[in-house]
């Protein structure tokens, strides 16, 4: 079985910052991309970060970029998502998720391994 744990989502101000981190183990010897996504109540889910396995291509939605940054530790199996200058609108559920080989980065069906979700809560 593939595990995917996300962690590192709390309760945080308008404009502070969360690093948020996404570990994968099991059986799967290669994860060629892991993504970052997010869904807030009522809402469908969205892609937020993207990063393939040399960690130089990177893909981001509009809404965060110049804001978030990801990154990606091969050895430890890792991802991670450092989240600057939050904002309300940021305010959502965050999946990791991971994938052997994807054509699409920025669509969910493309990953076939998710974790549970962390919450991140911006207040104002």
């Known amino acids: 079985q593939v595990q995917v744990v996300e962690s590192g989502g709390r309760l945080v101000q308008a404009g502070g910052t969360l690093r948020l981190s996404c570990v994968v183990s099991?059986?799967?010897?290669?994860?060629?991309?892991m993504g970052w996504f997010r869904q807030a109540p009522g809402s469908e889910r969205e892609f937020v970060a993207a990063i393939g396995w040399s960690g130089t291509g990177t893909r981001y939605a509009d809404s965060v970029k110049g804001r978030f940054t990801v990154s990606r530790d091969n050895v430890k199996n890792t991802a991670y998502l450092q989240m600057n200058n939050l904002k309300s609108e940021d305010t959502a559920v965050y999946y990791c998720?991971?994938?052997?080989?994807?054509?699409?980065?920025?669509?969910?069906?493309?990953?076939?391994?998710w974790g549970q979700g962390t919450q991140v809560t911006v207040s104002s």
């Open positions: 099991g059986h799967i010897s290669f994860t060629a991309v």
């Open positions: 998720a991971s994938s052997p080989k994807i054509t699409n980065w920025v669509i969910p069906r493309s990953y076939p391994y």
